[in-house]
C-alpha cells in the first residue's frame, strides 16, 4: 500500500555466514527485520543479522502486514545471461546502458534519467528476454511487460533477473 506494507518476495543468491538485515527504509532502522534464538524478529533491538547457513539460492516472503518473515531454499534458475542493460526514451531506444552483475542474478549500476521517459531491463541486447511494468521507482518487471515509468533524476538501480524484482534509489 502506499505505507510501504504489504507482502514482499525475493529470490537470490546467498552466501553462507553473510550477515543481512531487512529494513523497509534506507537508511532508517525504525522498521526492521533480523534474528534473535534462530526465529526471525521485528524490531527487536537486540536482534543480530539473519544468516544462512549454506551458500544457495532462498525465497525471502515478508508480510509486513502480518509480520511474518520465512526464508526458504529456492530452485537455482536455468536461465544465466551474460548482459542486461536498460533502454528506453531516455536513449532514443536505442543502446542498451548496461548493468553490472553482482553475485549470479543480482544487477546494479548508475543511470541518469534528463526527462521524464519509458524504459525497459533486457537481457543480452535483444528483445527475447525483457521486462516491463507499470511502477517506478520500485517493481516486479514481467516478461513482455509494459514500458516502465522513468521519472527524470540520477538513480543508483538495482535489478533481480530470477524475479523481476528492480529499485531505482534517487541520487
Known sequence: N?????????????????GFKLIRDLG???EQWGAKDGVYVHNDGGSSDIKLATSGYYTINLNSVNHTLSIEPASAPANTFTKIGMIGGFNGWSG?????????????GEVTFDADAEGK??????????????TFPVG???????????????????????????YFYKK
Do not use: C
Not at 121 to 134: I, P
Not at 140 to 166: E, H, R, T
Open 96 to 108: 542498451d546502458v548496461e548493468l553490472t552483475k553482482y553475485n549470479n542474478h543480482a544487477w546494479y
Open 2 to 18: 502506499d505505507q510501504g506494507n504489504g507482502i514482499f518476495s525475493y529470490t537470490g543468491y546467498f552466501e553462507a555466514g553473510k
Open 121 to 134: 531491463f533486457r537481457a543480452n541486447s535483444d528483445w527475447g528476454t525483457n521486462w516491463g511494468a507499470t
Open 140 to 166: 516486479v518487471g514481467v516478461q513482455n511487460g509494459a514500458n516502465i515509468p522513468l521519472k527524470a533524476g540520477k538513480y543508483m538501480v538495482m535489478f533481480n533477473d530470477i524475479s523481476g524484482n528492480f
Open 28 to 30: 532508517n532502522w525504525d
